[in-house]
């Protein structure tokens, strides 16, 4: 199938024409090097009949031969919106970029036209597939396939190529969510045309979330579910959202284990949505109190004490102050937990973290990895060391968490931290980044002295505000008190250059049993220097520096 008429009559144009679309019809069996056979002036009339799928996959062999896929593009957009909105893409690259962006709302919200019938999208493939929408902003995407899921509507499958990262994701953009969702029934009987496993939904705001919510109940194929919004959700909609949640939990046949939320209104959402979702292991879940507007969350029952499967739990908390109550509830009923995660909890004047840790030290014994970031733990030290006596951590970060701020004595306060350490065979991964452990940092080289030297392999204590003399001083001991392994040992943002002499002295020292993670500091930057001290102040006062006054916000 070779037409290379230069000029023909209206009925032989008439012939090519059915030859174009015969092309587009049996792509698939024709395959790809048949139409890089065919000479360069053809193949720019072919482009237009092609289907986006197809467009996709030539372009990076036609843009190998110096031909570009514009003509293709900008023919998808015209037949979308006319000839006026492409008027401002000169680029194949920003045609394509268009096309994506705006064939993502027209199927995601189940507006129907010509284009998203069989003439552009045709059934490829099949098979389970990963999906993940955004709304706004896609950048570099791809339309590969489409999956037919029933004789009238027709799925694009996109894949979206994110940058710095190396795998690629398939997204499944899809009219389905519109009440045309047919719902898989399970391993007896697969989903004949492919099925969702995980669904990522970027700016979710309250129309797709509603939207999502009248279709959830029937995701029977769903492992995991990911809802970003860049606003605070409403909580009704988040209520609407666990009741969809709790109907899909009902049925025997519902797969879904993995579920992250940002960003909730409220705290007591996090046990209302593992209410619903009896069934899942992870949750990922970013508060952000909501200060104005009416509040519709008036009653839950937090007398469950059923037990929750849940594995991997993640808590980010934006807000001023937090209701602890609701994540020891989680805690207490999670006895598998072996992940968790908080960061940025702020407890009520005269209130300790203290409750958090001991609840953690009675019921979670399985725990693995623990993460605390961005908490006030200064008067936690009998806490942390009686958790750390009673549980089996591989890994443990205490990072910007005020450790040493309010000690009388800060090294002997670190060697009871050390000795504590060093009785888990396990642990193989700690971080103390921003501790202001400064001077102190030395007494980190007794985790391997004695007979029982520690297992950890990989240190943090970077962002520490370590002088060039106290990391020689720590390397003088580490040497005396030498790993039984090699130790990652990370040293990133010290103030390294006040003495570089001292520093790479010490530097030198480190290297034969270290790998040293480092990169440059400017101590000229006198305010990255002022904030580091104004951190180990305990007054509530303000300071002040030259001109410039700088007020302690909140005394705790």
Known sequence: MRCTMRKADPQQMCLKELCFQAVRRHFAALGIQPLLDLPTPLIKELLPYLTICQLDELQPPLNRRGISTYSGWIGVLDDMFGPKHVVNFHTEEEAKHEVMRKLFTLVFYGFSNHFVKPKRLQPVMTGPVV????????????????????????????????????????????????????????????????????????????????????????????RSLTLHSFSTLVDLDVLDLARALGKLSESSRSSLTDLSISVLPYTELLEILLDASPKVTSLHVEIQTVMWGPRFLLHHSTTNESELPLQKLTVKV????????????????????????VSGMRLPIGSSQSQLLNTLSESNHSLRSLNLEDMKLSDCHPAILNLLRDCRLEELRVNDCRLLERCSNKEESLQQLVCALKTLPSLHTLSLAQNRLAKNVSVLAELFSGGSPSSVRRLDISSNFIQPADLLEFAERLRTHRPPHQLTLDLRKNPGDRDPDTWNAAMQRLSPFCVLLVEGWISTDTMADHISNIAQLPLCLPVQHGNIVFPRTQCE
């Open 131 to 222: 999906v993940q929408v955004s709304r706004l902003g896609l950048q570099e995407i791809r339309m590969m396939k489409s999956l037919r899921a029933n004789a009238q509507s027709w799925i694009p499958c996109v894949l979206r190529r994110r940058r710095n990262l190396e795998k690629q994701t398939l997204l499944w953009t899809q009219q389905l969510l519109c009440q045309t969702f047919t719902p898989c029934d399970g391993p007896s009987r697969a989903c004949p045309w492919g099925q969702i496993h995980c669904l990522e939904i970027r700016e979710c705001g309250a129309d797709s979330l509603r939207v999502l919510n009248r279709a959830l109940p029937t995701f029977f194929c769903l």
């Open 318 to 341: 934006g807000d001023l102050q937090t209701d602890l109550h609701f994540i020891t509830s989680v805690l207490r009923r999670s006895p598998h937990l072996t992940s968790f995660h």
